[in-house]
């Protein structure tokens, strides 16, 4: 079956985002997300779970243990476990894009103290 933003199981996360699961098992966790402008995700990390970002459109600001990595349309980063990460929209534009869980996160999310 063809999975879209249309027909994914719809569910809002943080301050008014968005996120789509396009694939959602045990061993693997694709969601399509959206976060509207100057928004963000807590900073976090995952036991099990490395997590792959892609940026479909718009720019995405990535705090990966410290380190701020921008990335910007068709532009991705990998986050293994273990590793305290946060996701910003620091733009007046919609931001976009793919976030890969493997295994899939959920349950394994641990919030990290700066």
Request: aromatic residues 10%.
């Amino acid at each position: 079956m063809k999975i879209s933003k249309r027909n994914a199981e719809h569910y809002i996360w943080g301050d008014n985002c968005d996120g789509w699961h396009l694939v959602k098992n045990n061993d693997l966790s694709i969601i399509h997300e959206r976060m509207p402008p100057n928004t963000n995700e807590v900073r976090h990390y995952h036991n099990h779970s490395q997590q792959f970002f892609f940026v479909l459109s718009g720019t995405a600001t990535l705090e990966i243990d410290g380190t701020i990595i921008e990335l910007n349309s068709k532009e991705g980063f990998e986050v293994p476990p273990l590793v305290p990460h946060q996701m910003f929209n620091k733009t007046n534009q919609y931001l976009e894009f793919i976030v890969t869980s493997q295994p899939n996160s959920k349950g394994d999310r641990v919030l990290a103290v700066e």
